[in-house]
């Protein structure tokens, strides 16, 4: 399966499949977003620099903080390469975090391995985080991916958080956060693996040009 989009905006005449909270009218806007899908969805691309981690979701789950720290050394580690554009490293931090707690989070079995991989393209880092999912997880993000695209972003975004407050969990809040609070630009897809189950990959194209504007919450 190749990757599906799952943007912050919609348009009007595109055969691209995009759930996302913001409309606009046909025009330079719309133009540039859908540029920016075109590159989110291709495989290959040229970048200056690649970095991989791999850890143990089990070690994620039970250390939760190593997420953060995680997160916090990613965001630190290209911060340097950026500091002219004034890179806000805590955004950068938040958006990585929310994708490998989630992927800790309903990875498969306790040996799971959680895949970050980042590239910097210049004007944007492409994050990509993979892990192993179950035929039923696999069934629950899709239904998640449904509800985003036929409801109100706002309202899913409120319902998972009173959920969240309520202890009654907040299954797909982390996803909410990306698309209504940073308006990013993401795609999935799911693979499926010689064992029972898929490999689930979440990539994120976190802009570095401009992101005062882009990632403002």
Known sequence: MSFVSLTSFKQSNSN???????LY???NENQTAIESTSLLLEQKIFFHSQLSIAVSAADM???WKRCDVLSNFISQFYFHSYEAKKLDKNAISTII???VENAAKFSDKENSIVQIEIKDLGTDLRLEVKNHVTPWMKAIFENKIQSIKEGDIN???FDALESRNNGSGSEGMGLLILLKDYHLNLAYEFTKTEKSGFDLTIRVHIPVENNQKDLAL
């Open 16 to 22: 691209i499949t995009n759930f996302s909270p913001n």
């Open 25 to 27: 009218e046909m025009g």
């Open 61 to 63: 789950n039970f250390y």
């Open 97 to 99: 975090n929310e994708l």
């Open 155 to 157: 309202q899913l975004y």
